[in-house]
DNA sequence: ACTCGGTGAGTGAGTGGTTACTTACCAAAT
DNA sequence: ATTTGGTAAGTAACCACTCACTCACCGAGT
């Protein structure tokens, strides 16, 4: 019996391969960083041959930039859908995608690139970065600002406030899932908590442990 | 017993040659990250040959390890001095310590070596960072609760409020001195402003520039 | 229905350069 | 004379990247 085109195919095409060699290489990068990923652990992971790596990415440097431009696009695509959705009025929509781009970005993966790009002073972590990043402080900025005409938070620098909230948020996730520190609350529950706690000018729930020690372990 | 040296020796002592390396290693340590530092080049740093950093540390993790710990005691004597002033009840001192400490903890350079450890997963960063932000969370716990105890933030959660300061400071700087986002007041001003908005309930100085855009740049 | 050649997917076995670390030896100080 | 600070010149392993080559697939010609 000679099957044909029956099962899967023994090779892929070259988009498929390029996709699957960018998962591998990303996940790779965010654990150990640019400099500590070898291209054959790359290959390895893809479960191709390391010379094939090179037929799609002409250095190791190139394949490096082309997730963070891949991360960086969906990003901005993210904000592009919001941003009409928050011209239509739409806050439902609206809120839901802002939500999903803060989670997105402060994901352990996304925020392990992140640093590793910023600490390796990549050039083109910049861009990366300032497109992570720009989400938070305008989704911040308009929210802030509308209670703040609203009559809300008195006195409050929107700047200021803008870097304080995403500094917890990220702090937590670093401290959470990078440092690995025992969160003692879950993830969504925590950042639900920031966000009250900084909106609402540091009231949280009246639940907490109030006689916890802060240093943990 | 006592070598007095009229003139100045060719050759260094072990121990200020040990130094030399250290602080030639800390630096290119904390600028490129573990895997992205060699060891030629942290000899050429300290102005000696490589073999002779050999002679110093068995290995170049070794060496890494040796910074760590440094820094990680020197943050620990620090922190008992400022434990005896506590109980001493010198509030100058105690107050002068702490501030100290916290703008060590946040200096960039303690900042990269830190991120650096924790992305690259060094087994020796573990006490490295635990030290270093025992600190915050220590100095906060008693700030906050003393605070408490007279009144202040009612219904705040110790915990989450120090974590929640660290983050700001911590963020402040990541933007700042290592991702390069401009900073709209100096690096000692906005902590002292995140410390009076966190400690005060986010009451910023009404002298804010409140019509600035929050998008930098 | 079958062959055959063109094309792109895929690889094993390198290449030169770099890395952490070693050896064998030297010179200054005591 | 011995110890200690110091080095030049290695070495084996590993790195990113290349080369020469094979194989799978498909469609045109018969």
Redesign the interface.
């Known amino acids: 019996m000679t099957p044909r085109r029956r099962t899967k195919s023994l090779r892929s095409s070259g988009q498929e391969r390029q996709a699957s060699i960018i998962t591998a290489a990303a996940s790779l990068f965010a654990a150990?960083?640019f400099?500590?990923t070898t291209t054959r652990e790359i290959a390895k992971t893809a479960g191709i041959s390391e010379a094939l790596v090179f037929k799609h990415f002409p250095t190791k440097r190139a394949l490096y930039a082309a997730i963070l431009a891949e991360k960086a696009s969906f990003s901005e695509l993210l904000a592009t859908v919001e941003e009409s959705a928050r011209k239509r009025d739409d806050m439902r929509v609206f809120t839901m995608l802002a939500g999903y781009r803060i989670r997105r970005a402060t994901d352990p993966t996304m925020l392990?690139l992140l640093?590793?790009s910023?600490?390796?002073r990549h050039e083109i972590s910049?861009m990366f970065?300032?497109n992570q990043?720009?989400i938070f402080?305008?989704y911040?900025?308009g929210y802030?600002e509308r209670r703040i005409s609203e009559g809300a938070?008195r006195?409050?620098?929107?700047?200021?406030?803008?870097?304080?909230f995403?500094?917890?948020?990220?702090?937590?996730r670093?401290?959470h899932e990078?440092?690995?520190?025992p969160a003692?609350r879950s993830p969504e529950d925590?950042v639900d908590?920031?966000v009250t706690?900084?909106l609402e000018?540091?009231?949280?729930?009246?639940s907490?442990?109030?006689k916890?020690?802060?240093?943990?372990?």
Chains 1, 2 share one sequence.
């Open positions: 150990k960083g400099q500590g392990r640093l590793f910023a600490l390796e910049d970065f300032q990043h720009r402080y305008d911040l900025a802030i938070f006195n409050v620098d929107p700047l200021l406030a803008a870097r304080a995403i500094g917890m948020v990220v702090h937590h670093l401290l990078i440092f690995g520190v003692h925590t908590t920031y706690l900084f000018g540091l009231r949280a729930q009246p907490g442990a109030k916890q020690r802060l240093t943990p372990g």
